[in-house]
Nanobody, 121 residues
Framework: QVQLVESGGGLVQPGGSLRLSCAAS????????MGWYRQAPGKERELVAT???????NYADSVKGRFTISRDNAKNTVYLQMNSLKPEDTAVYYC???????????????WGQGTQVTVSS
C-alpha cells in the first residue's frame, strides 16, 4: 500500500519561507510525475507546481519566481521551497504523485493528507 506523507507546514510571517516535503512510502515500483496542489477556504483545489521524473517543472503563474519544486528520486521524495510568502498563499497544501506500485500494475494517482500553511503577521 502506498502512502504520501507530508511535512513542513506551519505559520510564517509575510515575506518568510517554508519548505514542504512529501515522501512516498510502502510498495513503490516507479514514480512518474509529482506535484503540489493547494486549497484555500471556500476555493477549489489548484495546481501549485509539478515535476516530471526527468526533472521538468511547471508552476502556477501566482508562484513563479517565489516557489521551487524539486525531487530526490532515490528517496521517493518531492520538495516545495516557498520564499517571499504572501497571505494569499495561505491554504492546505497537498502532495500528489503518479505511482506504479508493482511492475505489472497501471499508473495510479495518490494524494497526501495535506499540510496547513498559514501566512500571517
Amino acid at each position: 500500500q502506498v502512502q504520501l506523507v507530508e511535512s513542513g507546514g506551519g505559520l510564517v510571517q509575510p515575506g518568510g519561507s517554508l519548505r514542504l516535503s512529501c515522501a512516498a512510502s510502502g510498495t513503490v515500483f516507479s514514480i512518474n510525475d509529482m506535484g503540489w496542489y493547494r486549497q484555500a477556504p471556500g476555493k477549489e483545489r489548484e495546481l501549485v507546481a509539478t515535476i516530471t521524473s526527468g526533472g521538468s517543472t511547471n508552476y502556477a503563474d501566482s508562484v513563479k519566481g517565489r516557489f521551487t519544486i524539486s525531487r530526490d528520486n532515490a528517496k521517493n521524495t518531492v520538495y516545495l521551497q516557498m520564499n517571499s510568502l504572501k497571505p494569499e498563499d495561505t491554504a492546505v497544501y497537498y502532495c500528489n504523485a503518479v505511482i506504479r506500485p508493482y511492475s505489472n500494475y497501471a499508473w495510479q494517482n495518490y494524494w497526501g493528507q495535506g499540510t496547513q500553511v498559514t501566512v500571517s503577521s
